[in-house]
């Protein structure tokens, strides 16, 4: 992804009052630990470009879990057009039930960045939210609520060569695309989409495209939960897979961490590595995600 504007903001977010947090059943379930697990699954694959035979791997480890836990997977398959020319992609698409009623999607990129002469593992950009997403998956397999929970596992968010428009986010717009086409984006009531959430030193952005009162809840279910200290100050509009969905009039909020490493000098480069990934992070991160759940619940069921 990439940061554009950068805004001083200091603004704290007020408590959403009389809302019920996560069920703690679900909450406790969660375990950074297993999150953990599955960061270290693909950061052994080595790189995981589009296209590459490990990314295929890749798909076909979270498509074994998603099963085991009972979910009908779709394989959006599709070629992008890229500066390396034509790229065989394919979004995963997790979900029990069709959505009828509603649905919150929780996203994440599981390609990572192709980059020559660097052997780049991604275990935080891309490897960790990625995991994340699974876990999320596994603790809510056998939740009934109101709205269906649909996992979004998407290809090619990275740029080939330098991020434009055109060379970043071929996934996302993709989906996007079908999604306004089929008629499916009016059942999406909230998209929450996660990267790069397991650095040690965990500063979500207050990131500045997504809609502003579903950033808002999670801010505030975030200091509900007594984690304050996971929330950035700064403020910053980032390209990433949430604003093609926005554009379609989805809305969406994205948790990242753009501040990786002392003056984020590990995002995309040889140093996005195991050891640079939290557990803790983590389940910080599912937590606050399982506290928000619930409001979106309450709020699109009444
Ligand atoms: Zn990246």
Wanted: proline share 3%; glycine share 8%.
């Amino acid at each position: 992804m990439r940061a554009w504007i950068a805004i001083a903001s200091l603004s704290l977010i007020t408590a959403c009052a009389g809302v019920q947090v996560a069920s703690l059943d679900t909450a406790s379930a969660l375990s950074g630990k297993r999150a953990l697990e599955h960061v270290r699954a693909q950061v052994d694959l080595g790189p995981r470009p589009p296209g590459s035979e490990a990314l295929e791997k890749c798909r076909q480890y979270i498509v074994r879990h998603l099963r085991e836990w009972g979910y009908e997977i779709e394989d959006d398959a599709f070629e992008a057009t890229t500066p390396y020319g034509p790229k065989k992609m394919h979004n995963l698409i997790a979900r029990k039930g069709k959505g009828d009623k509603g649905v919150i999607a929780l996203a994440s990129h599981y390609d990572t960045k192709y980059m020559e002469g660097i052997r780049f593992v991604g275990a935080n950009d891309g490897g960790s939210s990625t995991a994340l997403l699974l876990e999320l998956a596994s603790v809510l397999s056998q939740r009934k609520d109101g709205l269906d929970y649909w996992f979004v596992f998407l290809d090619g968010e990275e740029a080939f060569v330098e991020w434009s428009t055109f060379d970043s986010t071929y996934g996302s717009r993709h989906l996007a695309r079908r999604w306004k086409e089929e008629s499916v984006a009016n059942k999406i009531r909230a998209f929450i989409l996660l990267d790069m959430i397991g650095d040690r030193q965990l500063d979500l952005l207050k990131e500045g495209h997504s809609t502003p009162w579903l950033r808002d809840l999670v801010w505030s279910t975030a200091s509900e939960l007594g984690l304050d200290s996971v929330l950035s100050k700064a403020e910053f509009e980032v390209g990433d897979d949430h604003v093609p969905f926005l554009e379609i009039g989805i809305q969406a909020v994205d948790l990242i961490d753009l501040n990786f490493g002392p003056g984020n000098s590990y995002h995309h480069t040889a140093q996005d590595t195991l050891d640079k990934v939290s557990a803790e992070s983590m389940e910080k991160v599912g937590k606050l995600v399982l506290g928000v759940l619930p409001k979106l619940q309450q709020k699109f069921t009444r």
